[in-house]
């Protein structure tokens, strides 16, 4: 009797040490994904890291979502917002709440290793189920911790919502099914792109009851079909009545159903070609192929030829179908998404949720014999092989896949250090059928050395992934912002009104760096038209000739300070600039009035070919130009002037001399004086490093002198 309560009482206590094994890789994982994350000083993918920050900023401050001031979501999902909010509550200063959201992150995501574990253990062994989570929070994507984006959140809440599809297929409960409807939810408030999951929800429910119904012999098949159906009527009557009503809303108001797709509507409205899909859809196959070690790809596909036998064991049917829907659903749409003028790339970021459905599969492959026969395994291996075959890799190893597809970048950083262009497709395709011939050599008793591959794997891949983002992400901070970050609120303070003003410049992020950490920066204003996605932030407004500007209902615009990139000058107080130089603040406080503009040089004042100056409310006077000679010319040019737009001088420069000084006489015409070069360029190899650019000259000053 004793003997048998110490046993139930161990048995109750098995449980135990799991959790805590769980609970360590998610310890372990938010570390890891914190420290790396606080490497990065600033937000580098933009413009999607500003507007989810500006709308947690509106909510923490004001209750309400806004962005830029002006009130909406601007169709972008609301739910990531309102989990980094919080960060803005506690942390007056910006900066330290953009650490605070980062915090968030990484709980976030690691906390994607639970659902992960629940759903392997259900096919597999402890060990290689705990392995199942700690690969799902390994993988390179997980990059984005250090980021603004809705990927947090949508990954763990996407492996959440397979756990609760599982859970509803085993026992088809009403709570079980309501449970799985109120994710969709939190995921389509997460990021649009959730609608998908009502596609694979009907997709897989139909290829669950068509492999249950075959092997009973009860009945006939189709009513053997419809009385599995009909235990799943919640799941039929929600669909049915979110799709009249979703119907209804659009018809009253007289808008298209695509527009319930928010920002990612657009992919609706474009014609597609057959083969470009294939082709698209085969490069990202391949890449996640890459990404995930090429192993539990090949699993996953021996999981799903096992799985859809009728006689197999429930658990893998269900573990089959709705691996097979999912990944067929999402490769859809980022196949859509990729083949569209907006897209033309992998995108590796509106894939990778799928991920845990290829670690669960590996799982299963080492715990169970049966998903190991020959005839799964053999063309799971040949698929998994070959697919980076089809994948030409230069195209793809280049700065868009530093944001869009974080699994290239070791091979990247692999191809530039060690092997070459010519070469590097050939290594990784060697690779990838020495891990195939692997996957079906290995004796089942030495299956475990699998993970220690893929850990090896992904302890590589990790350290080229954290440089290519720290890069993207000091290179930013240094190019635009510098320290300290929230030089705004320093010296007006955190509630001064503070309204940026676009008058043209070479580049936005200047703007927005300074936008996502000054909590004072609101309203955007732009003479030059919209300079970034969120147009419906921007308001226009126009400039007179005496430098006034208007707004659309004819009112001058007023403003206690203006933000502008400092090549722009307003009538008011000048409060200095950001330590990178990009950035000019002003007190204005009464009518905005902009005295001079120019444009047409680089962040290190380097000139291309063209450079304009525009004075406002123009006397007579003269432009003052100071310029710096490096070894780019490498004999005497002209530089032509033209003032109105015509030519009117020739400014000539000896290459030899060091300093040169130029000054143009300025004649306004409607108050107004214009002013263009047009200069001659060379390499900017005679720079040295690896400066590709087309340079003319390097400005020092640039100055109006009034005639006395």
Not at 124 to 142: E, K, Y
Not at 225 to 235: F, I, K, N, V
Not at 310 to 319: G, N, W, Y
Request: charge should be positive; proline fraction near 6%; charged fraction near 20%.
């Amino acid at each position: 009797m004793v003997t048998a309560q110490r046993g139930e009482a161990r048995s109750r206590s098995l449980p135990v040490p799991t959790w805590m094994l769980v609970g360590c890789v998610f310890a372990l994982s938010f570390v890891f994904r914190f420290v790396n994350a606080l490497k990065d000083p600033a937000p580098w993918i933009f413009n999607d890291e500003l507007q989810y920050s500006e709308l947690a900023k509106s909510l923490a401050y004001t209750g309400e979502f806004a962005i830029r001031e002006v009130p909406g979501t601007g169709g972008f999902g609301t739910l990531y917002s309102a989990l980094i909010a919080p960060a803005f509550v506690l942390f007056e200063s910006v900066p330290d709440a953009y650490d605070g959201a980062r915090a968030i992150n990484c709980l976030l995501m690691s906390a994607t290793v639970v659902p992960t574990y629940l759903i392997a253990r259900r096919v597999a062994g402890r060990g290689w189920s705990l392995a199942a989570g700690a690969f799902s929070v390994a993988i390179p994507a997980l990059m984005l911790t250090g980021s603004m984006m809705t990927e947090n959140a949508f990954y763990p809440l996407v492996a959440l919502w397979l756990l609760l599809v599982v859970r509803a297929l085993e026992r088809p409960t009403i709570v079980a099914q309501l449970a799985v409807f109120a994710v969709i939810g939190l995921a389509f408030l997460t990021r649009p792109q959730a609608v998908v999951l009502v596609t694979v929800l009907v997709a897989t429910i139909s290829l669950v009851l068509l492999l249950d119904a075959w092997p009973l012999r009860d009945r006939g098949y189709f009513t053997r079909l419809l009385r599995g159906a009909r235990e799943y009527w919640p799941t039929w009557t929600i669909i049915g009545l979110a799709a009249i009503a979703a119907l209804a809303r659009q018809a009253m108001r007289d808008r298209p159903l695509n527009e319930l797709l928010g920002s990612y509507g657009g992919v609706t409205k474009i014609g597609y070609e057959r083969d470009e899909l294939g082709m698209w859809a085969l490069y990202h196959l391949a890449e996640a192929d890459i990404f995930l070690g090429v192993l539990p790809v090949a699993a996953f596909i021996a999981v799903v030829i096992a799985g859809l036998r009728p006689a197999e064991d429930r658990s893998i049917r269900i573990l089959a179908a709705l691996g097979l829907t999912t990944v067929g659903a999402f490769l859809a749409v980022v196949t859509a998404y990729a083949s569209s003028p907006v897209g033309d790339r992998i995108l590796e970021r509106n894939f990778f949720h799928v991920t845990p459905l290829f670690f669960i599969a590996l799982a299963a492959w080492g715990s169970r014999t049966n998903v190991r026969s020959w005839w799964a395994v053999a063309p799971a291996a040949l698929l998994a092989g070959g697919l980076t075959l089809a994948l030409p890799l230069n195209n793809f190893l280049n700065a868009t896949s530093v944001h869009s597809t974080p699994g290239l970048l070791p091979i990247w950083r692999w191809r530039d250090r060690a092997f070459s262009p010519e070469s590097i497709d050939e290594w990784v395709a060697g690779t990838a059928i020495v891990a195939a011939l692997l996957f079906v050599l290995l004796p089942r008793r030495f299956a475990p050395a699998v993970v220690v591959l893929l850990v090896l794997y992904f302890a590589a891949a990790s350290r080229p992934v954290e440089a290519f983002t720290n890069k993207a992400s000091s290179e930013a901070f240094a190019s635009a912002l510098g320290s300290p970050r929230d030089w705004i609120d320093r010296r007006v303070g955190p509630e001064a009104a503070v309204s940026s003003i676009w008058t043209g410049a070479p580049e936005g992020l200047p703007f927005w760096e300074s936008e996502f950490f000054n909590r004072s920066v609101g309203r955007a204003y732009t003479t030059q038209g919209a300079w970034d996605g969120l147009v419906d932030t921007i308001t226009p407004v126009s400039v007179r000739s005496d430098g006034r500007l208007i707004q659309l209902s004819g009112e001058p615009l007023r403003l206690d300070y203006a933000m502008t990139y400092s090549g722009t000058t307003f009538r008011g107080r000048s409060l200095g600039s950001n330590q990178a130089g990009r950035m000019s603040l002003v007190e204005i406080d009464g009518p905005v009035v902009m005295e001079e503009r120019y444009e047409g040089l680089f962040p290190d004042r380097w000139s291309g070919s063209n450079f304009t100056y525009t004075r406002y409310d123009c006397r007579r006077g003269r432009l003052v130009l100071s310029f710096e000679n490096t070894p780019v010319h490498r004999r005497r040019f002209t530089v032509q002037v033209y003032e109105h737009g015509a030519l009117v001088s020739k400014l000539r420069f000896n290459s030899r001399r060091q300093y040169s000084k130029a000054t143009i006489p300025l004649r306004p015409r409607a108050r107004r004086c214009d002013i263009a070069l047009q200069i001659p360029v060379a390499s900017a190899a005679g720079l040295g490093g690896d400066d590709l650019r087309e340079l003319g000259l390097r400005f020092l000053r640039v100055r109006y002198e009034p005639v006395r």
